[in-house]
């Protein structure tokens, strides 16, 4: 692998108490994607916990250049978590923040106890996908979900985590899913952070090239395991009123026999969930 930090593995059928660090993003405005995580680890037989101290990754002051201003972040995420025996996070841009750049901060820092406690936690932390998989050996949670579905890597899935086919793995074992191709679907959906406010006309003309993808393929289902990508591309999947909905790979996971949680939410999921910042992201611009 190409990280600085070897992952711990476990055989398969060990039971885990995992701590959930659900991320500042999905916390305020995708909060299913963290119920539904905890569905899927408890199915499994895993004790899940929620340490509620737990913050930022520190990702948006990175990457906006407020390099000394994320440190005092990335110290509080490794004190919060130090005694924890697994972190799995429902997001593969702060996986990657945490791994490509926490060990900077704390050599920036000049603060080596910092540095040695996040080479010795840092192996602990799983993308929730690559915990299932690469952690867990399981690629058949006990998911139904009777959709069209497409999948969309994100660039930080796969780009910085690796991830590969582990997340189409998934959805592949998942009864009643019909897996749609998706074209291109190495391509960046155009969000980036702050790149879509920075570089509107770009953002938007390689936004519109997914959402082109998203529609020949038919789908009835967009899922990937960010919820950043997924708000960008459903804003314009919405304003052209499509009728293509998303779903975070872990909401998808969590549907089991009789569970319509997904098919009740409706409307409602994108219009309040994610509604809020689709408008404001979306129509603003």
Not at 15 to 29: E, G, K, M, P, Q
Not at 63 to 70: I, M, S
Not at 255 to 263: I, L, P, Q
């Amino acid at each position: 692998m190409s990280h600085r930090f070897r992952l711990a593995f476990f055989v398969k059928d060990t039971l885990l108490r995992v701590s959930l660090f659900i991320t500042c993003y999905n916390d305020a405005l995708f909060p299913d994607t963290g119920k539904a995580a905890v569905r899927v680890l408890e199915r499994l037989g895993h004790e899940v916990e929620f340490l509620s101290d737990q913050t930022c990754c520190g990702q948006m002051h990175w990457n906006t250049g407020y390099l000394r201003e994320a440190v005092p972040i990335v110290r509080h995420f490794a004190r919060v978590f130090r005694d924890a025996e697994t972190v799995v996070v429902p997001s593969s841009s702060c996986v990657a923040m945490m791994r490509d750049h926490y060990l900077k901060a704390a050599e920036m820092a000049d603060d080596a106890a910092l540095a040695e406690e996040v080479k010795a936690l840092l192996p602990r932390v799983f993308e929730f996908s690559e915990f299932l998989v690469r952690r867990l050996g399981v690629e058949d949670v006990g998911a139904r979900f009777t959709h069209k579905v497409a999948y969309h890597p994100s660039c930080h899935s796969e780009r910085s985590l690796h991830l590969g086919d582990i997340p189409l793995r998934l959805l592949r074992r998942v009864r009643g899913l019909d897996l749609a191709p998706l074209g291109n679907s190495q391509e960046c959906c155009g969000f980036g952070g702050t790149f879509a406010i920075k570089n509107a006309d770009v953002s938007s003309a390689m936004l519109a090239d997914k959402v082109r993808h998203v529609l020949n393929s038919g789908a009835e289902v967009l899922t990937a395991v960010d919820n950043s990508c997924l708000m960008h591309i459903y804003g314009s999947l919405h304003r052209q009123r499509t009728f293509v909905r998303v779903a975070h790979l872990a909401e998808i996971l969590a549907a089991g026999d009789g569970d319509r949680s997904y098919e009740e939410q409706g409307d409602e999921r994108h219009m309040v969930s994610t509604g809020t910042a689709v408008r404001v992201w979306g129509e603003k611009r």
